[in-house]
C-alpha cells in the first residue's frame, strides 16, 4: 500500500507542476500577443477619442448653459442661444476650428448655427474678438494639449 501512495503523490505532484508550467508558459505567450497588438498607435486612437469626446461634451455643455470660467472682458456667455439637439453638432464645428477632427459626422448646418447665434462674439473664424471673447481655435482652451 506505501508504494500505491508514492507513487499517487509523485502523479499528483508531476501533475501540479505541469500545469503551472503550461498555464506560465501559455499565459506569457498570450499577453506578448496582447502587447503586440495594442501599439502605441492603437493607445493614442483610444485616449484621442476620449478626449474628442470629452472636450465635445464640455463645449456642448458650455452651449447649452453657458459659462464664465474664463473671465473674458466680455463677460459671462449666456447658455440657450442654440437648440439643445443642434448643441453637439456645433459642439463638433467648434471643436474642428481648433484643427482637430471630430469621428463622427456632424449636421451641415451646424456652420449656420454658429454663425448665426455664436460667430458675433467668436467672429466667423472662432478666433475672438480682440481679447474680448475667446479664441475657439486655440487647442489649450479646448483642453486638448
Known amino acids: 500500500m506505501r508504494r500505491f501512495e508514492v507513487i499517487a503523490f509523485s502523479f499528483i505532484l508531476i501533475s501540479i507542476i505541469s500545469y503551472g508550467l503550461y498555464n506560465?508558459?501559455?499565459?506569457?505567450?498570450?499577453?506578448?500577443?496582447?502587447?503586440?497588438?495594442?501599439?502605441?498607435?492603437?493607445r493614442a486612437k483610444k485616449i484621442y477619442?476620449?478626449?474628442?469626446?470629452?472636450?465635445?461634451?464640455?463645449?456642448e455643455d458650455?452651449?447649452?448653459?453657458?459659462?464664465?470660467?474664463?473671465?473674458?472682458?466680455?463677460?459671462?456667455?449666456e447658455g440657450g442661444y442654440i437648440p439643445k439637439d443642434k448643441a453637439k453638432d456645433v459642439a463638433c464645428f467648434v471643436y474642428?476650428?481648433?484643427?482637430?477632427k471630430c469621428s463622427k459626422p456632424y449636421a451641415k448646418d451646424a456652420s449656420l448655427y454658429f454663425s448665426s447665434s455664436c460667430a458675433g462674439c467668436h467672429g466667423s473664424n472662432g478666433k475672438g474678438l480682440n481679447?474680448?471673447?475667446p479664441d475657439l481655435t486655440k487647442q489649450k482652451l479646448l483642453?486638448?494639449?
Do not use: C, Q, W
Open 143 to 145: 483642453g486638448v494639449n
Open 62 to 77: 458650455v452651449i447649452n448653459y453657458g459659462s464664465n470660467r474664463f473671465n473674458f472682458k466680455g463677460g459671462e456667455m
Open 24 to 42: 506560465s508558459i501559455f499565459s506569457k505567450k498570450s499577453s506578448l500577443v496582447s502587447v503586440k497588438e495594442e501599439t502605441p498607435t492603437k
Open 49 to 59: 477619442k476620449n478626449i474628442e469626446k470629452d472636450v465635445v461634451a464640455y463645449i
Open 96 to 100: 474642428e476650428l481648433s484643427g482637430k
Open 131 to 133: 481679447g474680448l471673447y
